[in-house]
């Protein structure tokens, strides 16, 4: 099949992608918190034969968005038990054996990585994986990595007097890691930092300093994710952010909002005048597959506050949690919905 | 991609399966299953249909990419390339099996005959439409044949071979239609056991083949070899079965000359088939080059006119590590267009 990039509201995942539930337990990944320390447990394939399976299934993530027609592709995040914990659990200075405890955004107790020492990069961690997507589609790809302040509220710190000295660790780390991701093939790395919208003032005070850490000499295109939580697991959703015109002033060239689920004022795109928006337009929160009409319409409520030019057409959030038939007909409709929009515009 | 009008390129049928899927060193260890083997697949039965559709859109991608223009679905929700159709017919007890020797030699269970064969229901049909559904070359579906089948069986109710025969045509003479109606672009038949049985194929298994083609209209083909070369070693150098099958009513007839060094000239027996001409060898994961494969090619050519040849392995590669059978189709696709660009 033909293929030319849109340049004009071209479309992307978030990040994630739903997995198959022969290489995953999808039940008791969706019926917990997104892990934060590893859990080995809920994969379905044996240890010796999980690589070839999630390689397989990354595949699969790949054919789906270019059927679909998506233009900038992820691996689906395929071999993650959630966005943040295989590189955050990656990092040296963490116990992960004796985990300890963080509240999560919805105030329940998690068990998460003990930092017990200086956090550190051991080594790269998804250079193999922008590597493999690289060499299995031709189209623009993109990675994410955890955000250093999420990183931070996902831990529990036994070693930094400061939590902010934790944070610029932690950044460090994503700094080393990001520009190792372009350096393999990497066209676009988004920091995902949804826990900045959860704990905002936190996330005034030394997040922002550690997303600039974090994006330090980087040359590449940045993206910076922010949102509400998985719909499929946080049920309660503001209707507006309470940390987005903070991000104006980071040197991400893009950032990723949803707008779906929440039925955001998209006014505060205004507060944005600099940025590449991720407009998130897919609504998470139920199986039902939009149609393309529907995603339309959600652009359109974008373009009188953000010219379509500064616009990337997204879900709201990663499809880890969507029944798979349903991940692949709503990307299928985003697709369709930008084209909708495009031919209005041209 | 445009099709290749001349030399277009083609699995025979299996392509290699992922080992998270299917415990390969186990089906490399025993005789392929002619009676169930369901304990060699390593995914929980009620996630198993969504683990073979995936491993069939990987085959199906791993064919596209090197450039094959006839695609199978690598028969990745098969044990063997038989046992699937020959035990969802009516007639048989599958729990109970009888030992025969396989071709091989090696004692292995197969299901007996103990009422009439009919076919219940289509059993590949479904496997088209999927197949259909997510490639856009032109798709090609095996099925067992006949002759094939009562050599995989015991009889224990039919007074006479050919009887039996005949009965195991109708089913696939039924399932041959349906796939046709499901959408293949090509169906095949597989009788290997016509070379390992010429007597019987001479006796009854033709007449058997033909009734099972009766009043097809699609393109057809009959795949016959001397065994998994992963698992038959020793390899005579011609047919013993193979000027019959002139008489035919199948399109195309596939044969392996790469593994047995087949003296080409055998093919002009053949003058109004299509060849599906065998040239990869399975019995080394050793990747070919493509200018190995152009010379295979070559052979094939003072003997039958280019526009009369499909170019394909030797028989399945269900038994190569999937990187070897990825390198070999790529390098049996870039083969052919080597020797396309000579007769352009």
């Not at 233009?71 to 955050?88: K, Q, V, W």
């Not at 990656?90 to 004796?98: P, Y």
């Not at 929160?285 to 339309?296: H, L």
Request: with cysteine; hydrophobic share 40%.
């Amino acid at each position: 099949m033909s293929y030319t990039a849109h340049a004009l509201l071209p479309t992307s995942l978030v990040g994630s992608y739903a997995q198959p539930e022969w290489l995953i337990d999808r039940k008791k990944l969706a019926g917990r918190f997104p892990p934060r320390t590893r859990a080995l447990e809920l994969w379905r394939v044996p240890r010796e034969f999980l690589d070839e399976a999630q390689n397989d299934a990354t595949l699969l993530a790949i054919r789906d968005q270019e059927r679909a027609g998506l233009d900038i592709i992820t691996d689906g995040e395929m071999r993650r038990e959630s966005y943040s914990n295989r590189f955050a659990t990656a990092l040296d200075g963490v116990d992960i054996d004796n985990p300890g405890t963080a509240l999560d955004r919805s105030g329940h107790p998690n068990p998460v990585p003990r930092v017990v020492g200086e956090i550190r990069r051991k080594h790269p961690v998804e250079v193999a994986d922008v590597k493999f997507l690289r060499a299995n589609t031709d189209r623009r790809i993109k990675m994410t990595v955890p955000g250093p302040f999420t990183m931070s509220q996902q831990a529990q710190n036994d070693f930094y007097e400061d939590e902010a000295e934790l944070a610029l660790d932690y950044a460090a780390a994503a700094n080393e890691e990001i520009k190792d991701l372009f350096a393999a093939g990497a066209d676009i790395v988004q920091l995902d930092e949804p826990y900045m919208q959860a704990r905002p003032e936190k996330a005034r005070k030394f997040g922002l300093a550690a997303l600039n850490r974090a994006l330090q000499g980087v040359n590449g295109e940045t993206a910076v994710h922010i949102c509400f939580g998985y719909a499929a697991i946080i049920h309660e959703r503001p209707s507006g952010y309470s940390f987005l015109p903070e991000l104006s002033g980071c040197p991400a060239h893009g950032i990723s909002i949803e707008t779906a689920q929440s039925g955001l004022d998209c006014k505060v795109l205004e507060t944005l005048p600099e940025k590449k928006i991720i407009l998130g337009v897919l609504d998470l929160s139920t199986p039902a597959v939009e149609t393309p009409e529907q995603v339309a319409a959600r652009i359109r409520r974008a373009l009188p506050h953000c010219p379509a030019e500064r616009i990337i057409v997204a879900p709201d959030c990663g499809l880890k949690y969507l029944p798979r038939a349903s991940a692949f007909g709503k990307i299928r409709a985003m697709a369709e919905g930008a084209a909708i929009v495009r031919r209005e515009l041209s």
